[in-house]
């Protein structure tokens, strides 16, 4: 991997990520995606979210969130040069796999109908901030 080329994004419209790493990063003639999660850009709120005053999740709902975060991959592919058609790959991490995958299967066949990248979906724990779905994407670059 040529160093020189590497690039990095930090999206002006996507949630600041929660730790140090890019949005993105170019490698050679792909974009990696860092996990991207539904929170709005600029706040800690999340879609469809209630939290308790210790910050624990009361309610969530499933449908607002898969839209909020292909939302925020759309943003950060945008201002990588790429767009949602050169999706190669996406993995998603579901909290709840049981209650929330068809939901969240079904919106998903409405954003990727024309576009088909490969996807694995995988139930974890939790996620670093109370969200129930995380994205992790690779994309080729526009030429």
Request: charged fraction near 25%; charge should be neutral; proline fraction near 6%.
């Amino acid at each position: 991997m040529n160093r020189k080329e590497d690039s990095f994004t930090h999206s002006k419209n996507a949630p600041d990520p929660v730790g140090l790493y890019p949005h993105a990063r170019k490698a050679g003639s792909l974009f990696f995606l860092s996990g991207v999660g539904p929170r709005d850009r600029g706040s800690k709120n999340i879609p469809g979210v209630e939290l308790d005053k210790n910050g624990n999740i009361q309610t969530y709902d499933i449908s607002k969130q898969c839209h909020a975060v292909f939302k925020n991959v759309k943003y950060i592919l945008e201002e990588t040069g790429s767009d949602w058609q050169n999706l190669v790959d996406v993995t998603v991490f579901l909290t709840n796999m049981r209650d929330d995958f068809a939901v969240y299967n079904k919106i998903y066949a409405e954003y990727f109908h024309d576009n088909r990248p490969c996807r694995t979906t995988v139930e974890i724990k939790s996620l670093p901030t109370p969200i129930a779905i995380e994205l992790k994407c690779i994309a080729v670059i526009n030429e």
